[in-house]
């Protein structure tokens, strides 16, 4: 009788570690769990932004991800009130004056009424100048530019500076980011050469 009562005075005198042990086994395996349903949605979401081509009236070649870009070609002011129902917030405007069809100014007047940011950073795509690039990374991580509708003409310079800002801003590897540009319409390679040397050049 007096082995099992110390028996049983030291089950007890370990009950609050027992206790204690199981708390922690606990904390573990939620973590775990939490961990792995965390990498899980993290996987869904990099599946889920991959590049969709859509039609939409007064858009010419609209490549978007999803939830945080868009490049297009040229656009007319009609389709701003579109583009803002998409959810982007701001239109970044890459052709120049001199452009057949640009319209600038009322491409402007147009976004304004939308609510949307507007930028306008010519870019010529024969003689393409490092300070657009500066500009358009201004531009870009400026707070409440993203996401950002891209556009030109045909597309190419609006894909091309985004490849520039994934990798001077989000420090993407170039064939990471040429691969997911050229999916937004990237097609120059004196343009995917521009962006490469100016990213080399100009150390964020």
């Known amino acids: 009788m007096y082995l099992y009562g110390m028996i049983g005075d030291r ?11 199981g708390s922690v086994r606990t904390y573990l395996i939620v973590t775990l ?16 932004q991959e590049v969709t081509k859509e039609n939409v009236d007064g858009i010419v070649n609209l490549h978007r991800l999803q939830t945080t870009v868009a490049c297009s070609g040229a656009i007319k ?10 959810g982007f917030a701001s239109i970044i405007n890459l052709r120049e004056p001199t452009e057949a069809g640009a319209n600038l100014e009322e491409e402007a007047a147009a976004a304004k009424a ?15 100048d490092p300070a657009a690039a500066d500009k358009f990374l201004e531009a870009i991580t400026q707070k409440g530019t993203e996401p950002a509708f891209i556009h030109c003409a045909g597309g190419g310079r609006a894909a091309t500076m985004w490849f520039i800002k994934r990798m001077a801003v989000d420090h993407w590897d170039v064939d990471r980011a040429a691969k997911e540009a050229t999916d937004l319409g990237m097609t120059s390679p004196k343009l995917k050469q521009f962006a490469i040397d100016y990213v080399q050049n100009h150390k964020r």
């Open 114 to 128: 939308a609510g949307l940011r507007y930028y306008s950073i010519p870019l010529n795509a024969n003689s393409p």
């Open 11 to 21: 089950m007890g005198n370990c009950g609050p570690w027992l206790q204690k042990e």
């Open 77 to 86: 002011p009609g389709a701003i009130p579109r583009i803002k129902e998409m």
């Open 33 to 48: 769990f939490g961990l792995c349903a965390a990498v899980g949605s993290s996987t869904r979401l990099a599946r889920a």
